[in-house]
């Protein structure tokens, strides 16, 4: 093939990409190029709309420390370093988390880049940190592993523990209590119950209504929790750290409850 042949195909190709990359995932394309909008660039990971006013910028800014506090006393030193996006309208959250629903979106990509986007909902505490939880086990475990390997109610349910919206204690046995009678009030005393396996894929999780995402939300708080009483939050990377060596989420899950379980 000749040169100038080729590089026409090679420009057609890659011209090719680029459209269906912005057309598939319009959300994804506007959070890597945040830099280019009219976002106020405030911190290097942090953007904010234009219209944002003193008193949100300073909430967000002490929201998002509060919030790493937390990561590092469940996490131990935090990694993740998401790009955080703040909006203002309904239509600039759409435009970058693809979505009108929530208070906050985290978004891992294949490659490592990240991003949390928060509407003025997400303007708290519990919201960035739940997010951050999300943002560090895509960045501990990789993109690949952490969509394909690990189960959605472990996803969530690891957030919920930074985030005090649903229980606030921080004592583990009672936190696991907690989050069984909210189990059991959501569920109506237990009339609808959600196995793990039936909340393990995001579909699963948080396809219905908004009663079963709910319970589906509650469930994983309290296996979660359950977990943790069990082995404790110092556990928690060396959990990652077996799965990211090839260990299947199932095996190491159950490893890290039954040897502590053994030790009580």
Known sequence: MPIRQFCSWLLFVILGITISYYVLFPHLWHCQWIGYSDFTKVKPSLYVSPTTPPKHLLKATQSIDEARKRIAELWGKPVGDATIILCESTEQYHRYCNSDEGAGCSIGTPWGASFIVLNLDGLNTDVIAHE?????????????????????????????????????????VQRYLDYKD??????????????????????????????????????????????????????IPGLINRIKSGETFDSAYKAFDKRNSTNK
């Open 132 to 172: 951050m939880c999300h943002d560090e086990l895509f960045t501990r475990l990789g993109w690949w592993k952490t969509t394909r390997e690990i189960p959605q109610w472990f996803n969530e349910g690891l957030a919920l523990m930074v985030d005090y919206r649903f229980v606030a204690t921080s004592d583990s």
């Open 182 to 235: 909210e189990c059991s009030y959501v569920s109506n005393g237990g009339q609808t119950v959600l196995s793990l396996h039936e909340i393990s894929s995001l579909h699963g999780f948080f396809s219905g209504s908004e009663g079963h995402v709910m319970l589906a939300y509650m469930t994983s708080g309290m296996e979660v929790s359950r977990w943790l009483t069990n082995t404790g939050t110092q556990h």
